[in-house]
């Protein structure tokens, strides 16, 4: 059970006053996220323009490691940010600073090529499972085991929507007999609810301003640390139990 943080994700400049843009700004608010027990990180890497690219995971990787050595770092590979097959695959085989491990959404039609190429490159990968579509996908795969993780990701604002949807893949993991470790993580209103559901079945979780920017109580945070802390004290609870 770990709590990752996901510092920035693809939300806009105004979503939150210390929304992380720049890799110094990253790299900074990922060493905060760290000293709140954040285990690993999870970035969305910027241009100059402020928009993500996977041109810019070298300088933002580095700056990151630089920041918090030791600590395992990720990256998005998602399907929006370079918007064209050719160049995102040509982004992965291109990278020089490896992040430790790279998200892929089987909801995207190219997924099993960009885990192929992750793969070739030495490069975990999490296999990002929105929809008990996914799953089944997932699963058909003939090298699925070969992943990191699994993320369980439901994006449905409606509470008893994404807690069936997320039983669902879970069942069709299950079904397949998959043992990768699995890491569950909502959407704002779901956030905090599947950090409890999370500590309850002993996955881990994610949090942060690219999921959602309020406490467990609907306060808006100061920063993705605060979050951070509050999910690692809510895993710690479990742990005390």
């Given at each position: 059970m770990i709590v990752q943080a996901c510092i920035n994700g693809a939300r806009p400049r105004d979503f939150h006053p210390k929304l992380p843009l720049t890799a110094q700004a990253m790299a900074s608010d990922a060493a905060a996220c760290v000293a709140a027990g954040a285990a690993e990180l999870h970035i969305h890497p910027r241009g100059a323009d402020g928009r993500e690219s996977l041109a810019a995971v070298d300088a933002t990787v580095l700056a990151v490691r630089r920041a918090c050595p030791g600590t395992?770092?990720?990256?998005?590979t998602g399907a929006w940010i370079e918007n064209d097959v050719a160049r995102t695959r040509a982004a992965v085989a291109g990278w020089r600073e490896l992040p430790d491990y790279a998200s892929v959404n089987l909801?995207?039609?190219?997924a099993p090529a960009v885990m192929d190429l992750l793969r070739q490159r030495?490069?975990?990968?999490?296999?990002g499972l929105a929809t008990m579509e996914d799953a089944e996908r997932f699963v058909a795969l003939t090298d699925h085991d070969r992943v990191l993780r699994i993320l369980i990701e439901i994006d449905m604002p409606d509470l008893a929507a994404a807690l069936a949807e997320a039983s669902g893949i879970a069942a069709v993991l299950e079904r397949a007999e998959m043992r990768r470790p699995i890491l569950l993580h909502g959407v704002d209103a779901t956030v905090w609810p599947f950090v409890?559901?999370?500590?309850?079945?002993?996955?881990?979780?994610?949090?942060g301003l690219e999921d959602g920017k309020t406490l467990a109580d609907g306060t808006v945070a100061k920063d993705n640390a605060e979050i951070v802390a509050a999910a690692v004290a809510v895993f710690r609870s479990a742990s005390a139990g």
């Open positions: 395992l770092v990720g990256v998005s909801s995207e039609a190219d030495g490069v975990g990968i999490e296999a409890e559901l999370a500590r309850q079945k002993r996955w881990s979780t994610r949090v």
